[in-house]
């Protein structure tokens, strides 16, 4: 079964670095789209960006221009997320999720979903 | 960029009574390739991810109750709970995906009443 596996729980200081993993099983890792969403507290859900782990090639929210990495490792059918500068409102909960395509190649929405990684920035 | 827009921000229903949300984006998103609104929805319950329920505006997920149904297209929608459960307690938010970036609307929350 189609499973995205995330890292655990980070606590940064303000100023630094976070880089979260999302580790995909059950399928063909590099035949389909990874998004991530993040979930600031008691927030709605916020696109962050996508990553093709077939060709490493990237798209990121405006937003996040500058500050979001995203990388794949198909070796080990991993894909990272990392955000640098972290300031305080960049506490959340960050979500991968994996897309489904119907069999002409449309999206079908994000079928499957990490169980989610809480980064906390203080100082 | 597509701006999604959710109306009530929360509702409560009593158990067994029918629940609506609207949805409304700032530009349509029905595609002309495959006639499809690419429009979801999802349902995110406290301390979890959120969770497939429609796709393509109207179509359920494998194992979705057939008490939740979509409709509408273009810029307008609606996800209906044609008898509301317990369980279904719950935030609710619908997603466009027709272009980048994605969006999501702010959410509503479904209590009981």
């Known amino acids: 079964q189609v499973q995205l596996v995330q890292s655990g729980a980070e606590v940064k200081k303000p100023g630094a670095s976070v880089k979260v993993s999302c580790k995909a099983s059950?399928?063909?890792?590099?035949?389909?789209?990874i998004h991530w969403v993040r979930q600031a507290p008691g927030q709605g859900l916020e696109w962050m960006g996508w990553?093709?782990?077939?060709?490493?090639?990237?798209k990121y929210a405006q937003k996040f221009q500058g500050r979001v990495t995203m990388t794949r490792d198909t070796s080990i059918s991993t894909v990272y997320m990392e955000l640098s500068r972290l300031r305080s409102d960049d506490t959340a909960v960050y979500y991968c999720?994996?897309?489904?395509?119907?069999?002409?190649?449309?999206?079908?929405?994000?079928?499957?979903w990490g169980q989610g990684t809480l980064v906390t920035v203080s100082s | 960029d597509i701006v999604m827009t959710q109306s009530p921000d929360s509702l409560a229903v009593s158990l067994g009574e029918r629940a609506t949300i609207n949805c409304k984006s700032s530009?349509?998103?029905?595609?002309?390739?495959?006639?499809?609104?690419?429009l979801a929805w999802y349902q995110q319950k406290p301390g979890q991810p959120p969770k497939l329920l429609i796709y393509?505006?109207?179509t359920r997920e494998s194992g979705v109750p057939d008490r939740f149904s979509g409709s509408g297209s273009g810029t307008d929608f609606t996800l209906t709970i044609s008898s509301l459960q317990a369980e279904d307690v719950a935030v609710y938010y619908c997603q466009h995906y027709y272009s980048t970036p994605v969006a999501f609307g702010q959410g509503t929350k479904v209590a009981i009443k």
């Open positions: 990553i093709n782990p077939n060709s490493g090639d990237t």
């Open positions: 059950g399928y063909t890792f590099t035949g389909y789209y």
């Open positions: 393509w505006a109207s």
């Open positions: 530009q349509s998103v029905l595609s002309s390739s495959n006639n499809k609104n690419f």
């Open positions: 999720a994996r897309v489904d395509y119907d069999s002409s190649g449309y999206y079908m929405g994000f079928g499957y």
